[in-house]
């Protein structure tokens, strides 16, 4: 049908905290979704919030959401969009986690990390 890439938005690998956020918590259904988009040949982004669960949960949202990325089929052509969520944790450490995040998926998945600073993308009035 022509679909080239699509962006989706995984946010965290921890199913709380999507449900949290709005999203459904049901990730072997994300994987499937994105196992499929690769099966016919769609380059596959996904977006990841950064500092998502703020301190107390920094090491389990990096943990699962690095497991979840390691389950699906990326290949060196996708990415994994980091994006920090500003106001989540102080700017430093949200500077360190996106860091650690980066340093954990090394190694893990084929696919490329690239940082996404979605402030670039608010109006601002």
Avoid at 7 to 28: C, F, I, Q
Avoid at 73 to 79: G, V
């Amino acid at each position: 049908a022509g679909l080239r890439d699509v962006t989706v938005g995984l946010e965290t690998g921890l199913a709380s905290l999507r449900e949290e956020v709005g999203k459904r918590p049901d990730l072997a259904r994300f994987v499937a979704d994105v196992a499929a988009m690769k099966a016919a040949a769609v380059k596959v982004s996904v977006t990841v919030l950064v500092g998502l669960g703020g301190g107390s949960r920094a090491e389990a949202h990096r943990d699962a959401t690095v497991a979840v990325l390691a389950s699906m089929p990326l290949d060196a052509n996708d990415l994994v969009y980091l994006s920090p969520l500003r106001g989540s944790m102080p700017p430093d450490a949200l500077t360190a986690e996106a860091r650690l995040l980066r340093g954990a998926l090394a190694g893990r998945t084929r696919a490329r990390a690239a940082a996404y600073p979605a402030e670039a993308f608010v109006a601002r009035s």
